[in-house]
């Protein structure tokens, strides 16, 4: 495994890949890896020649108050993770090789629509910071195949949309999300819950996997469902920012006769922001 900072560096290191005619796929991360991440690169591998993951905290991503300054960084450990799953490149940029002109005079992307609601409006312009970033990141390394986490729901399918709305040329493959033994889904931010605060945190898992079960079951009264989620979360000792049953396929507010749902919610535990999410296909 080879690590990369710079961009001239990553375009030769690509166009030898490139013409020897190798597929190439790409996990982007911000790095703090945990199983979820590993689950990714172990898909990219079956799918491609070549697996490069990108490491970056990406400033425009975070809004002013949010934990820009004190994400977990781990670019050690990180290494030796990715060195053990046998990726062939990581590329881990600084700020100003991804923003060369700075942040604020940075070309910008942005999907409206998908994201107007659920995480964007809790955190207005976190969208356009990430569809801002991947998009450079796809044309920096011009990968044939990038590799996001169920775990962002909303966000895999705004970068899908991205991809289909400009005719990317970039396969998106999406991992299933991992879990902690209790449920909780694998997040970077996990650390940051003490152990009373871990198992607060695990009913989010298992208030969605309830709803979920219901509608399974033939409940189509999703507002109804919805409210009791929020309850469930707020006697848990959670502080719920949203929880709501959406259309899979576009997140749209769903009609009773909608088979293909999923269950969304972000919530708080202690300081931590939660997200998680199930799939639900109802008869
Ligand atoms: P992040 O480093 O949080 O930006 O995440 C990088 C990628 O890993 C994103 O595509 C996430 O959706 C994905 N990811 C994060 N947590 C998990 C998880 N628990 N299981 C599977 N994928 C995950």
């Not at 044939?144 to 005719?167: E, N, P, S, W």
């Not at 919530?267 to 296909?281: E, H």
């Amino acid at each position: 495994m080879q690590t990369i900072q710079t961009r001239p560096e990553l375009r030769q290191k690509l166009s030898a890949w490139r013409g020897a005619g190798e597929r190439i796929a790409v996990v982007p991360t911000m790095g703090n890896l945990h199983d979820g991440h590993i689950s990714l690169v172990r898909i990219a591998k079956s799918h491609a020649d070549r697996v490069v993951v990108t490491l970056f905290v990406n400033p425009t991503q975070f809004g002013r108050g949010e934990d820009f300054a004190t994400y977990p960084r781990t670019p050690e450990q990180d290494a030796a993770k990715l060195r053990a799953a046998g990726i062939d490149l990581l590329f881990a940029p600084d700020v100003a090789t991804v923003y060369p002109f700075g942040i604020d005079a940075a070309t910008r992307v942005s999907v409206p629509g998908l994201t107007d609601s659920l995480c964007g409006t809790g955190r207005p312009g976190h969208f356009d910071g990430v569809t801002s970033a991947i998009m450079r990141f796809f044309a920096l390394l011009q990968p044939d195949l990038a590799v996001f986490g169920q775990k962002d729901y909303q966000q895999q399918l705004v970068i899908r949309r991205m991809v289909d709305d400009l005719g990317l040329p970039v396969e998106i493959v999406v991992g299933p999300v991992v879990r902690e033994p209790g449920g909780l889904a694998m997040s970077s931010r996990n650390a940051f819950l003490n152990s009373k605060e871990g198992e607060i945190a695990a009913r989010l898992y298992e208030t969605l996997r309830g709803t979920a079960s219901e509608i399974a079951a033939g409940n189509r009264d999703f507002g109804k469902l919805a409210a009791s989620g929020m309850e469930t979360l707020t006697e848990a000792r959670q502080a719920p920012e949203y929880f709501e049953i959406r259309r899979a396929a576009d997140l749209a507010l769903p009609r009773s006769n909608c088979t293909e749902l999923v269950v969304l919610a972000a919530t708080r535990v202690g300081t931590v922001r939660l997200i998680d999410n199930v799939l639900v296909a109802a008869q």
